[in-house]
């Protein structure tokens, strides 16, 4: 039987929940590499598993190349994409983040699983535009975000870039005042702080680097 495969060529072309679903199989235990190959395939290519399993093994391979390929790419934020016909956009000024925002971002932005719930965040629709200037819908919270899952991988994964990037040069921000202080004027309340400050910092840029690396298979 002939079976068509449609190998993506972009990370557009790969939406959230599709790699959502790969991600949570690939985290569990004792799970074997010739599923996870048949698992990758079906997934990305939009395949019936049992179709897979007919496929050329040397073609499995190079689909699994590709694939891969497509994943190793780290992309630039991009500030607007359009989905289901609606135009959303990156929030404009980060520092005017709302508490809400912030917690909510905080608490998803760390696992895969609720990574539409951190897009729906810092994406919002756009509701007026001029150029490449543009103001975005109110926060209304997360309960709406699946709409995020079908959005495009390329667009999640620029925005995660930017915040390692982001995090690393607020690490050295930090560090750099903490060379330039003289100790002795320090109290020891103000080093505690800068302390913790730096090492969640370090955390936070742990986590994201370790989710960008673990996204090639």
Same mark, same amino acid.
């Given at each position: 039987?002939?079976?068509?495969?449609?190998?993506?060529?972009?990370?557009?072309?790969?939406?959230?929940?599709?790699?959502?679903?790969?991600?949570?199989?690939?985290?569990?235990?004792?799970?074997?590499?010739? $599923?996870?190959?048949?698992?990758?395939?079906?997934?990305?290519?939009?395949?019936?598993?049992?179709?897979?399993?007919?496929?050329?093994?040397?073609? !499995?391979?190079?689909?699994?190349?590709?694939?891969?390929?497509?994943?190793?790419?780290?992309?630039?934020?991009?500030?607007?994409?359009?989905?289901?016909?609606?135009?959303?956009?990156?929030?404009?000024?980060?520092?005017?983040?709302?508490?809400?925002?912030?917690?909510?971002?905080?608490?998803? $932005?760390?696992?895969?699983?609720?990574?539409?719930?951190?897009?729906? !965040?810092?994406?919002?629709?756009?509701?007026?535009?001029?150029?490449?200037?543009?103001?975005?819908?109110?926060?209304?919270?997360?309960?709406?975000?699946?709409?995020?899952?079908?959005?495009?991988?390329?667009?999640?994964?620029?925005?995660? !870039? $930017? $915040?390692?990037?982001?995090?690393?040069?607020?690490?050295?921000?930090?560090?750099?005042?903490?060379?330039?202080?003289?100790?002795?004027?320090?109290?020891?309340?103000?080093?505690?702080?800068?302390?913790?400050?730096? !090492?969640?910092?370090?955390?936070?840029?742990?986590?994201?680097?370790?989710?960008?690396?673990?996204?090639?298979?």
């Amino acid at each position: 039987m002939k079976v068509d495969i449609l190998v993506p060529t972009d990370l557009s072309e790969i939406t959230l929940e599709q790699y959502q679903r790969f991600e949570k199989i690939n985290t569990e235990e004792n799970q074997d590499t010739n $599923f996870l190959m048949h698992k990758m395939v079906e997934i990305f290519c939009n395949l019936n598993l049992r179709d897979v399993a007919k496929i050329r093994y040397n073609y !499995v391979k190079s689909i699994l190349n590709d694939l891969n390929g497509l994943f190793a790419t780290k992309e630039e934020l991009i500030p607007t994409f359009t989905l289901q016909g609606v135009e959303y956009g990156f929030i404009p000024v980060l520092d005017d983040m709302s508490l809400g925002e912030y917690i909510d971002l905080d608490e998803n $932005f760390s696992s895969w699983q609720t990574m539409h719930k951190a897009m729906a !965040v810092l994406y919002r629709p756009v509701t007026l535009k001029q150029k490449d200037k543009y103001q975005i819908e109110e926060y209304k919270g997360v309960d709406a975000a699946d709409v995020m899952k079908k959005m495009p991988l390329d667009v999640v994964m620029s925005s995660m !870039v $930017f $915040f390692y990037h982001l995090n690393k040069e607020l690490l050295q921000t930090t560090l750099n005042y903490l060379s330039k202080e003289i100790p002795n004027k320090m109290t020891m309340e103000q080093r505690q702080t800068l302390a913790e400050n730096g !090492v969640g910092i370090k955390a936070s840029m742990a986590s994201l680097k370790g989710m960008l690396q673990n996204m090639t298979i």
